[in-house]
C-alpha cells in the first residue's frame, strides 16, 4: 500500500528534526522516499547533498555545531548507528571548558572501528560507558567528569587542563569531591590534581 507523501513527509521532518536537519540515504528509504524520489527532491532544491548518502533539509532552521551532527553520522555503521562521541579537546569546546581551540575534531570511537579516518579528525578509540555521555541535537559528547579524564591523558597542556577544570568547577558542571575521588591512572591522577591545586575553592552557600 503506497503511503500518503504527506506522511513520509512527516516521518522524514521527525528523523531530521532530532539531528539538525541533517539524514541519510537510508532513513529517508525508511520513511517512505525511494532513491528515486531522493534525487528528484535534490533537483528540485528541496534536500542539499552534503556528501555521499547525506543530506539537509533547505528549510531547516541553522544551529550550532552542524559540523559535529556530520561527523556523528558520518561514523554510522552498517546499521545506520552513529558509533562516535565527540570527546577529549573538541567537547571542552562544547562544554565551554578551557579556552582552547582544537584545530581538529577529536571522537571517540570502539576499538572496532574501521572507517579511514579523514582529514581533520583524530579519533580515539575506547569504550565509552553510558553514563559518561550526554546527548545533544544530533550528536553524542562526553560528560565534563569524562572529559576532563580523557584530557588529562592527552598532550593537552597542564594550563589549559587548569582552566578547564576551574570553569567546570565555577559553573558546577563537576564537583571537586567528584574530580578527587575519581578512578583514574597515576599519570592522570597526578595531572588532575596539579589542577585541583590552582583552583579556588567555592565557600559553601549559607
Known amino acids: 500500500m503506497k503511503r500518503d ?7 522524514l521532518y521527525q528523523v531530521a528534526a532530532a539531528q539538525g536537519g541533517y539524514f541519510t540515504a537510508v532513513q529517508a528509504r525508511r520513511a517512505g522516499y525511494a532513491y528515486s524520489q531522493q534525487h528528484f527532491h ?10 555521499r548518502g547525506l543530506f539537509r533539509l533547505r528549510s531547516f532552521p541553522s544551529g550550532e555545531r552542524e559540523d559535529l551532527i556530520r561527523w556523528s553520522l558520518w561514523s554510522r555503521n552498517q546499521k545506520g548507528v552513529p558509533q562516535a562521541v565527540v ?24 576499538q572496532r572501528f574501521r ?26 559528547v562526553t560528560t565534563p567528569l569524562r572529559t ?30 567528584v574530580v578527587e575521588t575519581a578512578p583514574c591512572a597515576p599519570d592522570v591522577r597526578r595531572r588532575l590534581d596539579r589542577a585541583l591545586a ?4 567555592q565557600e559553601p552557600a549559607s
Do not use: F
Open 5 to 11: 507523501p504527506q506522511e513520509n513527509a512527516r516521518a
Open 42 to 51: 535534490v533537483s528540485r532544491g528541496n534536500w542539499l547533498r552534503i556528501d
Open 87 to 110: 570527546s577529549h579537546d573538541t567537547a571542552l569546546t562544547v562544554h565551554e571548558m578551557s579556552d582552547v581551540m582544537p584545530a581538529q575534531i577529536h571522537l571517540t570511537v570502539p
Open 115 to 140: 572507517k579511514k579516518i579523514p582529514p581533520g579528525c583524530v579519533l580515539h578509540k575506547s569504550i565509552v560507558a553510558p553514563e559518561d555521555v550526554e546527548s545533544r541535537s544530533g550528536y553524542r
Open 148 to 177: 576532563l579524564l580523557d584530557v588529562s591523558d592527552s598532550p593537552l597542556s597542564q594550563e589549559h587542563l587548569n582552566k578547564a577544570l576551574r570553569d567546570a568547577l565555577e559553573r558546577g558542571l563537576v564537583r571537586r569531591q
Open 198 to 201: 590552582v583552583a579556588p575553592r
